[in-house]
């Protein structure tokens, strides 16, 4: 389980438009007006996503950003580490997170249910995205 947050929206769109705009980098300023999502949330999105090799930017005339790696290599269970948080996490990962871990009367569930989503986004890429 985890939260689907705007920071995990808009970096899933930053990364399907960037897929869209073939081999040619892409500065951030045309991405944010064709998202309609602003020019520092975006500059905030692309540390993680470089750090992860996901994009890449080129510098100079011409620059921007590109994918790094293709749609297929890049599971959506990457990005939601990358950009999502959840409680639900932290109380499934053991004793240390979660004071009432030994004692939770619906650990067993959220552990289920956690399990269930990790597979499931596991298993997509943003290809599946692509695709639809």
Do not use: W
């Not at 897929?19 to 300023?29: D, I, R, W, Y």
Request: one cysteine or more; glycine letters at 6%; proline letters at 5%.
């Amino acid at each position: 389980m985890f939260n689907f947050t705007t920071t995990l929206s808009y970096g899933l769109r930053l990364l399907l438009n960037l897929h869209f705009t073939g081999s040619s980098p892409k500065q951030l300023k045309r991405i944010a007006q064709e998202e309609n999502i602003s020019l520092s949330y975006l500059r905030k999105l692309i540390p993680p996503l470089e750090k992860a090799d996901i994009i890449k930017s080129l510098k100079g005339p011409g620059g921007g950003f590109l994918l790094k790696r293709k749609p297929d290599q890049v599971s959506l269970l990457e990005i939601v580490n990358i950009f999502s948080r959840s409680k639900v996490i932290d109380c499934v990962r053991g004793p240390s997170d979660c004071r009432r871990y030994a004692n939770c009367a619906v650990k067993d569930l959220l552990e289920e249910i956690y399990n269930k989503t990790q597979l499931v986004l596991e298993n997509k890429t943003l290809a599946t995205l692509i695709k639809k």
